[in-house]
């Protein structure tokens, strides 16, 4: 079970407390309260694991260790260890307090979410000519406290879309070395599935029934992971008793979710031809070309069609060798 949305409440280390020592050796008398430590930080980082957000489903508060109290003969206490919460790439963090997004978009991007409090002085930096023994010393700071949530977006360069059992998950396996379960039977995917073609991340995604947008069939939680990915490609069954219909669906349900997924560049494949006559498929595609003129007929059993869509991703993977350089 792929985890993308939770709530955590993370509190950072308080700094230890300063303390309030005296030099008793002869003819070294004095203040020597050492100063508290550094509370720990909590910080987010990026990973390649999908299932990072998975270990908070049910640890819900994260807390980082305060910092050491000072010692006597000027020995400040350690400063506590910095927290790190792996998160997987494509993750915005809301910081529900101040409204505050962070959007972890890179392996190994660290960022700090919650500062540790700083260690208090100890009664060695109060002291001054007119004040030989003091006995002031400073508790340290707490730590920040915040509710987080996390929300993951995958960051993929190819969404597969449309209506649920339409071929998506095949073509997945076919093109790369995921493991997508398929049947023949609707909402077979349900959770995203990711799969790299070269320098290529496709991922597909459960299909959309009408309504997805207010929360239908699989609906919003899933349409968030179509927002990053840079190129659509839509899948329609050849089988549909009306596929113009089925297109439409998607499209409206992407629109209403957000109106900039329908200026994505976007492949139309109408899938599973194997299953039709020639003239059907015929048919089905003269109409959708005229709603989309990057309509293509594939099937996993046709190596052709497979040529077809592997030369649209060679094409893209160039296009995105260009952008690098």
């Known amino acids: 079970m792929l985890i993308d949305d939770v709530k955590i409440r993370a509190t950072a280390g308080t700094g230890g407390k300063g ?9 070294s008398l004095g203040p020597v309260g050492g100063s508290g430590g550094k509370g720990g930080s909590i910080y987010i ?3 390649s694991d999908l299932n990072a957000l998975n270990k908070f489903r049910f640890e819900k ?6 910092g050491q109290d000072g010692r006597s003969q000027f020995r400040d206490g350690n400063d506590a260890k910095d927290l790190v919460l792996s998160v997987p790439v494509g993750t915005v963090a809301h910081n529900l307090k101040t409204g505050e997004d962070i959007e972890i978009t890179k392996i190994g991007q660290q960022v700090v979410i919650a500062r540790g409090g ?3 002085k100890g009664n060695f930096h109060f002291r001054s000519s007119t004040n030989t023994t003091p006995k002031e010393f400073e508790y340290g700071e707490p730590g920040e406290f915040l509710e987080i949530r996390f929300e993951l977006k995958l960051i993929a360069d190819v969404g597969f879309v449309g209506l649920p059992n339409v071929g998506k998950s095949s073509l997945l396996n076919e093109l790369t070395n995921a493991k997508s379960k398929v049947a023949n039977y609707p909402f077979t995917t349900l959770e995203p599935n990711l ?3 070269y320098d290529l991340i496709l991922a597909d995604l459960p299909g959309l029934i009408e309504g997805a947008s ?3 069939g699989l609906g919003i939680k899933f349409l968030r992971h179509i927002e990053r990915t840079k190129i659509l490609f839509h899948f329609v069954a050849a089988d549909s008793t009306d596929p113009v219909s089925d297109y439409k669906t998607v499209r ?11 200026e994505k560049p976007e492949y139309l494949f109408i899938s599973k031809k194997d299953v039709v006559s020639e003239n059907a498929a015929n048919e089905v595609t003269r109409n959708l070309k005229k709603l989309n003129k990057n309509t293509i007929q594939i099937s996993i059993f046709d190596w052709d069609s497979i040529e077809l869509v592997k030369k649209i991703l060679n094409s893209l993977i160039s296009e995105k060798t260009e952008q690098k350089r």
Do not use: D
């Not at 409206?252 to 329908?262: D, G, R, W």
């Open 195 to 197: 799969g790299a073609y």
């Open 118 to 120: 700083a260690g208090g």
């Open 45 to 47: 980082e990026g990973i």
């Open 61 to 66: 508060e994260i807390k980082a260790k305060n």
């Open 19 to 27: 303390a309030v020592a005296f030099n008793k050796n002869l003819m």
């Open 252 to 262: 409206s349900e992407l629109e209403t979710y957000n109106k900039l997924l329908l």
């Open 214 to 216: 207010k929360g239908k």
